[in-house]
C-alpha cells in the first residue's frame, strides 16, 4: 500500500495563478483531510470531508477550494494563489473516529511557494 | 513585518536518555489523544494514541500519560537515540464522542545528541 500519495512535492506560483493540489489514499479511508503548515503555527485544518461528494470548511477555508469526487481522491485547489498561501500543504486520511486506533495517515507534503 | 521563525519549544537530549515531551490541552471535552512525530521535510507519523478512560499507555519505547485533572498530556521516550530528533506534535479530538477532526498543538523538537 502506498498509504496517501500527495502531488506535487514543490511547486512555485505566481501571484493571481490557479493550481490544484492532489491527494490520493489506498486506504479505503472515508474522512480526508487538507492541512497548512507554517512555522510557529502548527497545522491548521484547512477542509475536510467526511465521505465521497461531501466536502466542509475548516479553520482556515478562504481562498481554497475542494472536491472529493472519488472517494480515494481530495483534491485541494487555489483559486487565485497570495504570498500569504507559502505553506507546506498536507493531505491526511483516517477511517474516522471511534474505529480501533484510528489516527490520522498523513501524506509527506507540497511546499507550495507564491512569489 | 517581524518573519515568523521556528518558536517551538526545544528539547535537547543525550543518547541514551529519556526524553519527556509535554502538552497542555484546552478542551475538557476531548477524549482522544494522539502524539505524532514529525521529522525533517516529512508528513507526521502516528506513534501512539491514549482514550480518556485511561490515564496511560505503553508502546515500543515510549508511554503516553494523561492526566484530565490538569489536561495534561505526556510522550516519554525510553533510550532515546539519535533516529528521535524530530518535531513531535500532540492533537486531540475537541469535542469529544464522535468528533472526526483533530486539533494540533504547536509541536516540541526533540534533539537527540549522539
Known amino acids: 500500500n502506498a498509504g496517501v500519495t500527495q502531488t506535487p512535492k514543490f511547486r512555485v506560483l505566481k501571484t493571481g495563478q490557479s493550481m490544484t493540489l492532489l491527494c490520493a489514499q489506498d486506504?479505503?479511508?472515508?474522512?480526508m483531510y487538507w492541512y497548512r503548515q507554517d512555522p510557529g503555527m502548527g497545522l491548521r485544518l484547512i477542509h475536510y470531508?467526511?465521505?465521497?461528494?461531501?466536502?466542509a470548511k475548516g479553520e482556515v477555508p478562504d481562498g481554497y477550494n475542494v472536491s472529493r469526487l472519488k472517494k480515494q481522491n481530495f483534491l485541494l485547489g487555489l483559486e487565485s494563489a497570495a504570498p500569504s498561501q507559502t505553506s507546506v500543504y498536507f493531505c491526511?486520511?483516517?477511517?474516522?473516529?471511534?474505529?480501533?486506533?484510528?489516527?490520522?495517515?498523513f501524506g509527506s507534503g507540497t511546499r507550495l511557494t507564491v512569489v | 513585518g517581524e518573519s515568523v521563525g521556528l518558536h517551538l519549544p526545544t528539547l535537547s537530549v543525550q543518547e541514551g536518555d529519556n526524553s519527556i515531551i509535554n502538552c497542555a490541552y484546552s478542551?475538557?471535552?476531548?477524549?482522544?489523544f494522539i502524539w505524532y512525530k514529525q521529522e525533517s521535510g516529512k508528513g507526521p507519523q502516528f506513534i501512539i494514541d491514549?482514550?480518556?478512560?485511561?490515564d496511560k499507555r505503553q508502546g515500543q519505547r515510549v508511554t503516553v500519560l494523561l492526566n484530565k485533572t490538569v489536561k495534561h498530556l505526556s510522550l516519554q521516550i525510553a533510550a532515546t537515540q539519535p533516529g528521535d530528533s524530530a518535531v513531535y506534535f500532540c492533537?486531540?479530538?475537541?469535542?469529544?464522542?464522535?468528533?472526526?477532526?483533530?486539533?494540533f498543538g504547536k509541536g516540541t523538537l526533540l534533539t537527540v545528541n549522539p
Open positions: 491514549i482514550r480518556s478512560n485511561m
Open positions: 470531508s467526511v465521505g465521497e461528494g461531501t466536502t
Open positions: 491526511a486520511s483516517s477511517y474516522g473516529l471511534g474505529r480501533g486506533d484510528y489516527g490520522y495517515t
Open positions: 492533537a486531540e479530538n475537541g469535542s469529544g464522542g464522535s468528533n472526526y477532526k483533530l486539533t
Open positions: 478542551n475538557s471535552a476531548s477524549d482522544y
Open positions: 486506504m479505503n479511508h472515508e474522512y
